[in-house]
Each structure stands twice: as C-alpha cells, then as structure tokens.
C-alpha cells in the first residue's frame, strides 16, 4: 500500500476508537478473538438483523458480534490499523487493491461457498470484488446503485429547474445538483470515492476512474462550486434518510435506495430516478475475510457467509432494509422467498425488478473500480470539506 498522509489521519483517528466500538457492540477489547465460536464483523446499517443473528447463533453455537461503519474509507482505516480484530469486512467496489495491497485479505475459497451457482444477477460481480492480482477476495452479500432522488418539496417545481428533467418530469441530469436555485437544499454523503465518481460523470469523463492532472483540476473546481449547495455532509443511511425526511434537504445524491421506504414511513415521498443520462455510480458490498482475524478460523467465517446467502435470509434482508441482496427477479418472486415475507410491495421499492430489463438497465450503472490513486481523491475530497459552510 502507498502511503498517503490522508489515508494515515483517517487511520489514527478511528485506531483509538476500535476498541470502544467493538465493546459497545458487544464485542472484544483489544485484539480480536481468537475463539473460533465468535466472529467480528464489520457491516453497514440495515445489513445484518439481530433476530436473524440469534438465530444463526443458536443453530450454530456461532456469536457474531457486528460494528457498523459510515463509509469505505472508515472500513478500510479501521481493518488497516487493528487488523487482527476483525474477522469479516464486508467490502466496497473499487476498494480491494487498498486492501490486498496492504496485504490484509485472505483469497475466496470459492469451493466453501455453496451458493455461488445459484447467483444469476445481471453483473459481473466477481470483477468488483477482486484485486489486480486476479484473485477474488469477496462473495457478494449486497449491491445497488446511488441515484439521485428528491421530495415533494415545492421548490422543486420551479420553472427554471424543468431543463434538468426527462419526458416524464423526472429529474435525469446530475447538473441540477449544481442549480443555485436549490443552495442549501442538497443532500449529499461523505464518501470520497462515490461522490468523485459522480463528479466525473457530471462532467462527461468517459473513465472516471483514471483520470488525467487536467480532469483532477476539472474536478477540484467542480466540487467547489457544489459547497453553497450543501450545509452538511450525511454519515450513513440514517443520517442522510433523516435529512430529507425533516425537510433539512430537498435533493440527494442517494446513499442507499432504502432510504425511500424509511422517508415513505416519516410521511413523506422520496422520488427515485436510477436512470439518469450521465450514468449512475453503483456499487456492491462484497463479504471478505481478514488475514489476521477470519483467515484463522474460516470454518465459522465461511459457515457464516453460506447461512446470509440462503433465499430464506436473503429474502428477509430485503423485505426488512428494502435492499437489493443477491436475489434476481426470480428468486425474489419464488414460494420460498413469499413464504419468507417478501411481498411485490416491497419488491418495488428495490432495483430487483429494474435487472429484468437487462443490458437496457445495467449499462446505465457505472460500478466502482479501483482508482488510479485513491490517496489523491481522499485529498481532494477532504479539502473539499474544509470549506464547507465557510
């Protein structure tokens, strides 16, 4: 791993944390367990039900202990500086060779996970959890895209604001994010990469994740003309789902589809447009396993993963977050995945119907991939920040 000063802040600001994280979980202090009966995890809000835990523990004898985290870059900080403490990570597209550079990742087995062969979504999976070495270093648990969505909020029906929508009158146009009309009325989620991403799309780049020291600058200037529309930068689903449910924002670039079940349930509409004509960044959270903490016990890592991959548990994430899990149209529509609670109700609020229409739909989805310098765009990013509500 190349070091970037950056990325070693990030690193020695949460190293002190982790301890006291993993405690208030429920989980170890100091270094990690080295129990094969327990298993650390790192994870995303939404992701992991209590109720299903318990149950994966009393079949299996297994306690999974789950530490949720904002961002990527917190992810990755937290693995790099206590790495024997974690025994599972659930990883972001276009992050591995941070991760593999480090040499912190044990390569898939992909003869243990026994449902690999049921996996039929529209993708290439395997390629956004792999590192440049060839090797896969994750299975996929979770994927989606970050669209842009706004509410009811009367000022989006401005007149000068109809050149940034399609036929529909749906907003299509990541632009609209920059329209002074709407300062102070944007919702955006500190996440360096993803935002950089979408930047690069505004910006028409054909790769956004190879870019030239002219498209670096392009961006700079970019973002700071996006600083008046933004008063706060979100930290994770429930940050950026409360912003717009209380009306403190307008428009976002959306962390997480499910956000739009959790805003409908607040009393309000969040419209969704996962089609827009720049391209919309995507991503998938992919399960890998830490060297020093999962890669000695990887019967209980592997068992783990297997139980969070069946239809049952699938459909149940899905019915209860409004995630997209690994489940294609089929699978989400079958007896087993009914019997299990999920209705074509919540199906609608997923991109798991939108994958039947194939290439139409996926070829608008840019997935994360590593970047030709991923040091230099957390710069950028916190530099960005810096002068946010200056």
């Keep these: 791993m190349r070091k970037r000063a950056s990325l070693k802040l990030i690193a020695g600001a949460v190293a002190a944390s982790a301890a006291m994280a993993l405690t208030a979980c429920g989980g170890p202090s100091g270094q990690g ?12 809000e939404t992701y992991h039900d209590k109720a299903q835990l318990d149950a994966f523990t009393e079949k299996t004898g297994i306690k999974v202990n ?14 790099k500086s206590a790495p024997s403490q974690w025994d599972l990570a659930l990883v972001t597209s276009g992050w591995y060779d941070n991760y593999t550079n480090a040499n912190l990742l044990e390569p898939i087995d992909t003869s243990k996970v026994t449902a690999l062969n049921d996996m039929k979504l529209g993708f290439d999976w395997k390629a956004a959890a792999s590192s440049k070495d ?9 994927w989606g895209n970050q669209p842009l969505a706004w509410t009811d909020d009367a000022a989006l029906a401005a007149p000068g604001l109809n050149k940034y929508k399609d036929e529909k009158g749906q907003f299509n146009d990541w632009n609209v994010l920059w329209d002074p009309a709407l300062a102070g009325k944007v919702s955006m989620f500190d996440e360096s990469q993803a935002v950089l991403n979408m930047v690069c ?26 600083r008046p529309q933004i008063k706060r930068l979100t930290s994770g689903f429930n940050d950026q789902t409360d912003q717009l449910a209380g009306g403190e924002a307008s428009l976002a670039y959306l962390n997480n589809i499910a956000s739009a079940k959790a805003v409908k349930a607040a009393g309000k509409t969040l419209n969704v447009n996962n089609l827009i004509k720049q391209g919309v960044p995507a991503w998938s959270d992919n399960y890998s396993i830490v060297k020093e903490g999962g890669g000695k016990k990887l019967d209980a890592a592997y ?16 019915t209860d977050s409004s995630n997209n899990g690994i489940l294609d149209y089929a699978q989400a529509t079958s007896d087993a995945a009914k019997s299990a609670g999920l209705t074509d109700e919540v199906l609608s ?29 957390v710069e950028i990013w916190n530099e960005f920040k810096l002068g946010l509500g200056s």
Aim: net charge negative; aromatic share 14%; glycine share 8%.
């Design 33 to 44: 367990s080295t129990d094969d009966k327990t298993l650390n995890v790192l994870s995303w």
């Design 66 to 79: 789950i530490v949720n985290v904002g961002s990527p870059d917190e992810m990755f900080a937290k693995v």
């Design 134 to 142: 060839g090797k896969l270093y994750g299975v996929l648990y979770n």
């Design 201 to 226: 799309l505004t910006l028409g780049f054909e790769d956004p994740f190879n870019l030239s020291e002219e498209q670096f600058n392009q961006v700079k200037a970019k973002l700071a003309e996006l």
């Design 303 to 318: 068992e783990f993963i297997n139980y969070t991959m069946t239809p049952e548990w699938q459909a149940k994430f899905v």
């Design 349 to 377: 609020g997923t991109l798991i119907p939108a994958t039947r229409d194939g290439e139409a739909f996926f070829s608008k989805m840019v997935f994360g991939q590593t970047p030709e310098d991923a040091g230099k765009r």
